[in-house]
């Protein structure tokens, strides 16, 4: 499970995010960190049953992001984020194709599963895929517990425009509009916080496994 302390630390450092502060309270990011890495190692293991591309001794510290923001070219100046990012694929999160993520974050977690814009030649393949396999994509997306999971891709990362060489009357449209390709359903704190919170997110990331393969296939 996630520690209350762990998303208490999270509540202070988006309230207090400075280096006097964290600098004041490194014993408590210390501890958090831990138990996220802890908990990643559970998720990890479960994955692994169903999926196995992910080794079930994949090291948590390759699929924890950094909490240090890169601020390098970015307004926001602050130096940390607010929330624990996991990546889950057989790299970690270096992402080599679809896989799986966590986000931990008080009042705002969820976890997504899917490919997270993929390069061109993926895009282009993923989108081929599609055309030619409409139907077994909404196979997939119309099981009933999929859609009571996460109801449908997310369409937040989308053109604006007609995807080259697809008509606008296209029965597929709607996907082939994408450039992300995530389902993505939210964690509320108190499953997160719950003793069964590693084997509900786990049983939440096998709902969506169908996703990660049919993408998967589609690039392969």
Partial sequence: MILPST???LVGIAEHNDRDWFQDHKADYDKARENVLE????VIRGIALFDATVPADLDPKSCVMRIYRDIRFSKNKTPYKNNFGIGISRQGKNF???GYYLHIQPGESFI??????PETQQLKAIRQEIDYN???LLEL???ERFVKLAGDLSAEDQLKTMPKGYPADHPMIHYLKLKSFNAVANLPDSLLTGDQAAEQVVDMFETLHPL???LRNAVN
């Fill in 39 to 42: 908990f990643t190692r559970s």
């Fill in 112 to 117: 997504a599963a899917g490919s997270w814009q």
């Fill in 96 to 98: 080599d194709g679809a």
């Fill in 134 to 136: 409409g139907a077994d």
């Fill in 141 to 143: 997306l119309n099981n």
């Fill in 7 to 9: 998303l208490t630390f």
């Fill in 212 to 214: 990660v393969v049919f």
